[in-house]
């Protein structure tokens, strides 16, 4: 919940600092409710694959942090493809708005992991 927690709250900040800077606003199409759930749902979908590895291989291969890298660079693709509806200004530059937030997930729990994985 914490890597949630903490994507969502720089995901906005970075919307609201991407937003002013460039004059800008997303906000119909990415509001800030949508940005904070999209975070903890993207963070409790790695815990759940995390625990779930565990439960069924009796520890996490080594290998999900770089399926979990692979997996969050392909979905920084989906926003080049959304067709924004034609009265939103500079259309052009959403991708450089969400792109960055779908890698934030995965950042923040390969940050945080080491944390909270205890040697046993």
């Known amino acids: 919940m914490a890597t949630g927690l903490m994507a969502a709250a720089l995901s906005t900040g970075y919307a609201v600092f991407y937003q002013a800077a460039l004059g800008v606003d997303f906000s119909r199409v990415a509001p800030v409710a949508a940005i904070i759930s ?7 979908a790695i815990m759940l694959a995390c625990w779930l590895l565990e439960r069924w291989k009796g520890a996490v291969p080594r ?3 770089a399926w979990l890298v692979l997996f969050s660079v392909l979905s920084a693709g989906i926003p ?13 530059l ?5 792109a960055p937030m779908h890698l934030l997930p995965a950042l923040i729990w390969l940050a ?3 944390w909270w ?3 046993k």
């Open 117 to 119: 994985t205890v040697k």
């Open 94 to 98: 959403f991708p450089g708005l969400a």
């Open 38 to 44: 999209a975070n903890i749902v993207a963070a409790m």
């Open 80 to 92: 080049f493809l959304v067709d924004l509806p034609l009265d939103i200004p500079a259309p052009e």
């Open 63 to 65: 290998s999900f942090n």
């Open 112 to 114: 945080l992991q080491p």
